[in-house]
Each structure stands twice: as structure tokens, then as C-alpha cells.
């Protein structure tokens, strides 16, 4: 809830919205991030404007509307009239400003002005957010921008981002990776035999990298398969028999189901696919392999101790190989 007396970035985004949507007679607001009687003024008429409660306050209703507008008219729809699809009787409204024309480092002030806690996303992405920042510079619109900046925020508040070494340690948690991992593939995982088992996460990993960077999941990987041929696991398969190279292949197809129907449904801390995609995208410089190498690294702790050394070897086998 956002109402009178209340301060903070929140407002001045409140503020710059309303100053982008409908009709209205009352003075351009200035976005200070004061919520005082002008902006309690806007808010009132834009709530009568979209046949809203009137109460001045900007709850979930309001807020919903209100963003919905803006991001509509901020990539060209027409709401100059108070109402969506309505014709405008405004002189030509004033273009947003696009990433692309802008600066690194005035991506940069615009991250830093609009984000909630811009030193905390430099200490929980690191060196990502460069690459985040390089991305997002070529984005279409200014709403793109604001979007992905809102879902970092999301995922620097829950904390479920750390930087370690120069490597997102968690970067499941972003990515609502650990979703699948605890929910769907532990339990199942650990009925299989060590070699399958950590087989079958690298299957994981390359299936969630393919989600991410909207790819066809890997089948299979080839340089990983081939050693695995060489080196088959000793121990025992279903029954008594032995491993086959088909028990390799099930355990990975396992995994790739399993990993691709749970980022399907995954919430993602509120924020929509078509936000996260190209946010974590950006944050490894549009390089698959990047991104499937932090989540290979993820699994550190689980892999087991006896598969560390050739879990890390395997490092160098890189994505979609």
C-alpha cells in the first residue's frame, strides 16, 4: 500500500508512472518521492479516471491498473484518454528513452537511481551485473530495463543470491534452480548409482541452461558419453545386471523431464518468464556455457566426495558438448 505521507523510491516511480498515463488536467508531477497532496490528487483521479475506488490510496487494484498502463503506453499503446483503446486528445506524448541510446555508465545511474538497494546487487551479482549492464543496454524499451532491474531487486531482497570466488554460488536460487533440484530430483537421484547420479545432473544442468536461453534440451552429452563408454560405472544396475549405456541415457532423460517441468511451472520470486529469461541471460553476457558452468559448479555439494575430482575435471566439457 502507498499512500499520503509515504517517501522513498517507491513514490518516485508511482510518481513517474502517473506522469506517463492518462488524461489529466492537474500539473506534472515532480518525482521526489514525496507522497503528499498533488500526488494523492493524481492518484484520485486516475482512480476515477479507470473507474477505481476513490480513496487516494494506492493498493493492489490500483497499482495493478496502474502499471499495466504504463508499461502499455511506454512500448506505444494509446491510454491518453483514461481508458485502454481510447482515442487521444493529447498533442503527441514524449517518447521513452531507449537503452540503446543511453551510456554504459548511464545504465549504470539508471540502475542505481531506480533500484531499492543498488550496492547489494553489486555484492550478491559481482562481476555479472557487468555483463548484466553491457546486455540490457541493447534492450528495446525502457520497461525491458525496468522489469529485469525489478526482478535483481527481487532476488537480492530474498537473498537467495551470494557472490564466492567470482562465481554465483546459489545461482539456482535466482534462477528458481533449486526448485527442481530439492523438489523433484534429490529424492529421485539418490536411487541411482554414483556415476548415473552425477550423469543425470549434468543432464539437469544442461536442460535448465537450454530453458533459460530458449533451446532444444540436449539429448545427451556427446564428450561425457564417450568417456563414460570407456569407463563404464562397475556397479550394479536395476536387479543384478549390470550398467548398461541405456541405464546412462534413461537416468539423463530422467532428469532432463524432470528439470524442464519444474522450471516450466516455477514462480520465480513473482516474476514472469519473459522477464527472467532475458535478465540471466544478460547476467552471463548471453553465453549458454557461462551459465551452465555456474550451475555445474551449484551442485558442488552434492555431487558426493568420491565423484568431486572427476566432477571438476569435467569442468572443461563445456555446454551443449
Not at 253 to 267: G, H, M, S, V, Y
Request: glycine content about 10%.
Amino acid at each position: 500500500m502507498l499512500r499520503r505521507h509515504d517517501r522513498g523510491r517507491q513514490i518516485s516511480t508511482l510518481q513517474n508512472m502517473l506522469n506517463w498515463v492518462g488524461n489529466t488536467r492537474l500539473p506534472k508531477l515532480d518525482p521526489d518521492g514525496v507522497f503528499g497532496r498533488k500526488t494523492e490528487e493524481r492518484v484520485r483521479e486516475y482512480q476515477d479516471n479507470r473507474s477505481l475506488a476513490v480513496d487516494g490510496i494506492v493498493g493492489p487494484e490500483t497499482y495493478d491498473a496502474l502499471y499495466n498502463d504504463f508499461t502499455r503506453t511506454a512500448t506505444g499503446g494509446n491510454l491518453w484518454s483514461g481508458g485502454l483503446g481510447a482515442t487521444s486528445t493529447r498533442a503527441s506524448k514524449p517518447e521513452p528513452p531507449e537503452p540503446r541510446a543511453m551510456s554504459q555508465a548511464e545504465i549504470r545511474e539508471f540502475m542505481r537511481e531506480y533500484s531499492d538497494d543498488y550496492e547489494r546487487l553489486r555484492r550478491g551479482y559481482g562481476r555479472h551485473l557487468d555483463n548484466f549492464v553491457f546486455c540490457l543496454a541493447r534492450a528495446n524499451d525502457m520497461v525491458s530495463l525496468m522489469r529485469a532491474v525489478g526482478f535483481l531487486d527481487q532476488t537480492a531482497r530474498t537473498g537467495v543470491m551470494a557472490a564466492s570466488g567470482g562465481v554465483i554460488s546459489g545461482i539456482g536460487g535466482v534462477a528458481g534452480i533449486f526448485i527442481w533440484y530439492y523438489t523433484a530430483l534429490r529424492q529421485w537421484a539418490n536411487a541411482l548409482t554414483a556415476s548415473r547420479r552425477t550423469y543425470a545432473y549434468r543432464g539437469a544442468c544442461y536442460t535448465a541452461t537450454a530453458w533459460f536461453f530458449d533451446q532444444n534440451p540436449p539429448t545427451r552429452s556427446d564428450r561425457i558419453w564417450n568417456r563414460i563408454s570407456q569407463f563404464r560405472d562397475p556397479e550394479p544396475g536395476p536387479g543384478t545386471r549390470a550398467v548398461t549405456m541405456v541405464d546412462y541415457q534413461d537416468a539423463w532423460n530422467d532428469a532432463r523431464n524432470k528439470t524442464w517441468q519444474e522450471l516450466q511451472t516455477a514462480d520465480f520470486e513473482g516474476a514472469d518468464h519473459s522477464v527472467v529469461k532475458p535478465t540471466v541471460q544478460a547476467l552471463f553476457g548471453e553465453d549458454p556455457a557461462a551459465l551452465c558452468l555456474a550451475f555445474l559448479q551449484s551442485f558442488e555439494g552434492v555431487v558426493g566426495s568420491q565423484q568431486l575430482g572427476v566432477w571438476r575435471d569435467n569442468y572443461s566439457v563445456r555446454y551443449p558438448n
